[in-house]
């Protein structure tokens, strides 16, 4: 079992997660990958490039014990600050893999997601050959990029609802211990500056003073989507 503090930021796609991951690990250049809207080529690496995503937790939760036992002993025994951009992530059992945990989850009000939804289109790579409706279509051509934004935020919609209410449900059932913080507020220096500062304090680690000079562009666009 490893015992040194882990810090574990569980939120949906699109809920600045990787905002929040770059400024616990120091790397607070917060360059963007698209249009300046987010901080994926900030620095911040996964601790295990399998252990990021929803389909991530999925794939794990299907494990058997012995499985799961192998997956996680290749995990190092230092500090380390975990990406998980899915909700299912909480239902793991990682109690049985990490002595001192602290779960910091991001978590919107159910009616602001239509909100979020429109920004994992908006922060992201436009990609939209998975969605169901696309491979409806017969000329791609002749349909305008609009439709296209339209569509999938209904559909990103529809999966931030589904697993919002799932994981809900799941906490409700089972006592959870856990900093939740709403992501917008991580547009709100004070805010972020008290929620690292309750982190820190519960990991037992130096504090960390935001450097806001740094991210006042990041703020600026990132505070547009939701006026």
């Not at 389909?55 to 036992?69: F, M, N, P, S, V």
């Not at 109690?95 to 978590?107: D, E, G, P, T």
């Not at 559909?155 to 856990?178: G, P, R, S, T």
Request: charged share 30%.
């Amino acid at each position: 079992m490893i015992q040194s503090t882990q810090i574990f930021i569980i939120y949906q796609p699109g809920m600045l997660g990787t905002f929040l991951c770059n400024l616990l690990t120091n790397h607070t250049d917060f360059k963007s990958d698209h249009g300046g809207l987010n901080t994926h080529a900030s620095g911040y690496i996964d601790t295990d490039e399998m252990f990021h995503s929803n389909t991530d937790a999925e794939r794990i939760l299907g494990y058997t014990e012995a499985e799961q036992k192998d997956f996680f002993k290749t995990f190092k025994d230092k500090f380390a600050v975990h990406r998980l951009g899915g909700y299912k992530f909480i239902e793991l059992p990682l109690h049985k893999f990490f002595a001192k945990r602290i779960f910091v989850v991001l978590k919107p009000p159910r009616e602001d997601l239509r909100k979020w939804a429109v920004r994992m289109v908006l922060a992201n790579e436009r990609s939209y050959e998975s969605e169901y409706y696309y491979k409806q279509i017969k000329d791609i051509s002749k349909v305008p990029e609009w439709f296209f934004e339209k569509m999938s935020e209904k559909e990103k919609y529809k999966w931030l609802i589904k697993y919002n209410d799932d994981f809900e449900q799941y906490v409700k059932e089972n006592k959870i211990d856990a900093i939740y913080f709403n992501p917008i507020d991580l547009l709100d220096s004070g805010k972020v500056q008290a929620l690292l500062d309750k982190i820190c304090a519960k990991a037992e680690i130096e504090s960390i003073v935001l450097p806001e000079n740094k991210m006042k562009s990041f703020l600026e666009k990132n505070k547009k989507l939701f006026d």
